[in-house]
Structures are given as C-alpha cells and as structure tokens.
C-alpha cells in the first residue's frame, strides 16, 4: 500500500486531463468555484465530496453537457471547453452519467452497436468490440433483451460497455457504484482495475469510500464547489478539512 499511496500525478508525465481554474455559478451559487487539478495518463483518481459539492456539474462542464463561465479545460494538447459534448466524446473523452443513460427500447448489443457506430467504427470492429465487453460485463446472457428490461445495475454496467467501445483517453465516471448490487459493483471494480493496469485513464465519482480507497491511489475532494484536498487517498480521507466537509453537510441535513 505504501508503494501505491505515493503514487501521484507526478509519477505520470504527459498530462490527460488539465482543468484550470474552472468556475460556473447557479444565479448567486458558486456550484463550482476556480477548480484546478491535472490527471496523467494512465492515473485512476477519485473525484469525492458531499452531496451538492459540484462534482456532476465539474463533470458536465468537462464533457461540455454545461458550459463553464471561466477557466480552461485541456484533453492531452488540445483545449476543450465550448466544444459541444459529441466533438469532446469523439476527441476521447467519455462520461457516465449519475442518472443512466441507456437507449431503453434497444437490445443491449445494439446500445453497443449504436455507441461504436458514434465513435466511428466499422461494423465488423463493433460487433467483436461488443463481444468482449458483454463477456467482460457478465452480460453475454442479456445481449439480446432490450435495455429497459435489464436490472438498474446491468443498465449501469451497459452504460459502462458504451463507453468503452473505443478506449477513451480518460472515463469519466459519475457514482458509477450507487444502488448497485454488489455483484456487479464488484464487475465494474475488476473491470476498472483490468483497464487502469492496462493504462486506461480513470476520474470516478463516488461515495462508497472502501471502493474508492481500494482502487483510487490518488483522490481529490470538493466541497462547496472548491478543491479542498488533492493527494493520495488515504492521506486525503484523513485531512480534517474533509471530515469536516463530510461532518458540516451531515449536521447540516
Ligand atoms: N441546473 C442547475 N440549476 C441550479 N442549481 C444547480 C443546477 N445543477 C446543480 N445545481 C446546484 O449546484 C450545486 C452542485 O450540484 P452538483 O454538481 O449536482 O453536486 P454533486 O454532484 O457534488 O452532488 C448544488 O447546490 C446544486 O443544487
Ligand atoms: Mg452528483
């Protein structure tokens, strides 16, 4: 674990992801306010932070689901923000949504089908891309069932597929774990696990700390739209600053 905990963006030279000083207010809320990290590739970083922190809007401002009012987004060499969410997702950015997102009155393979078709690849490419993410996803069984008909967390895992139809340069990843069974929690924690040692770059939202711990060697944590901690995870779950965030928004309910 020690080894793991110093692991940090410093160790991962080229830069995936460079969010500088990001800011986006809802009339007189600062939802997100002069956020500023960088992911290298290859890094797997948790994104925490109590309820109403900013972390879905920092991640729609990212995929350009919402604009920013200032600040500057990069995706390897190339500025991103302001582009609309299709020309960031075909650049190689990827996003899951906190709410699915699933074409409800297709099969699972076509959901896929469609999602690599999107992302320009042939049909024959697709069609055995598909395979091997339904295998890996334990949904081989269900390939043909329409999505609508599939359990919320198989439609998680299916969302999941979608975006890896064409490896992005990063995943982002929002509360991928929540009401999920924990069979396939622990599918998407392999598959998260397989593709990061496989170098795949990874921002994964969530509230289940023993998961993030168990994959994230690096985390960052907002609250009230700001960074408060950056480091690696265990170090940042432990910084008062954090409790107290968590501990203010508990007293607060
Ligand atoms: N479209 C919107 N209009 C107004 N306020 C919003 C909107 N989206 C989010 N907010 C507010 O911005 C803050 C951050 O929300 P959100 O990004 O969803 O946080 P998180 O994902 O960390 O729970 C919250 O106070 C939320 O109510
Ligand atoms: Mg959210």
């Known amino acids: 674990m020690g080894t793991r905990a110093a692991f940090t963006q410093k160790d991962h030279g080229v830069s995936c992801l460079a969010v500088s000083n990001v800011s986006r207010a809802f009339g007189g809320l600062r939802a997100v306010d002069r956020v500023s ?8 970083v948790g994104l925490i932070g109590p309820n109403g922190s900013g972390k879905t809007t920092l991640l729609n401002i990212l995929s350009g689901h919402q604009p920013a009012e200032a600040g500057e987004v990069r995706l390897g060499d190339e500025a991103i923000q302001g582009l609309r969410p299709e020309r960031i997702a075909a650049r190689g950015l990827q996003r899951m949504f906190q709410l699915t997102r699933v074409f409800r009155r297709m099969s699972a ?3 896929l089908m469609t999602a690599g078709r999107a992302l320009g690849l042939a049909q024959a490419g697709a069609l055995a891309r598909a395979g091997i993410l339904l295998e890996e996803l334990t949904l081989s069984r269900v390939s043909d069932l329409d999505a609508g008909q599939l359990s919320g967390g198989q439609q998680k895992l299916l969302e999941f597929g979608c975006c890896f139809m064409s490896p992005p340069k990063i ?4 509360e991928p774990f929540a009401a999920v069974h924990p069979a396939m929690k622990e599918t998407m924690a392999r598959f998260i696990r397989a593709h990061h040692a496989d170098g795949q770059t990874f921002l994964v939202v969530s509230h289940d700390m023993p998961v ?9 944590c907002m609250n009230a739209g700001a960074v408060i901690a950056d480091g690696p995870t265990r170090t940042v779950l432990n910084e008062r600053s954090v ?3 968590y501990l203010g928004g508990a007293g607060a309910a």
């Open 243 to 245: 409790i107290e965030a």
């Open 171 to 174: 995943a982002l990843l929002d």
């Open 212 to 220: 993030i711990v168990e994959l994230c060697p690096r985390t960052i």
């Open 37 to 44: 990290f960088d992911i290298g590739r290859g890094e797997l």
């Open 109 to 111: 393979l076509d959901n």
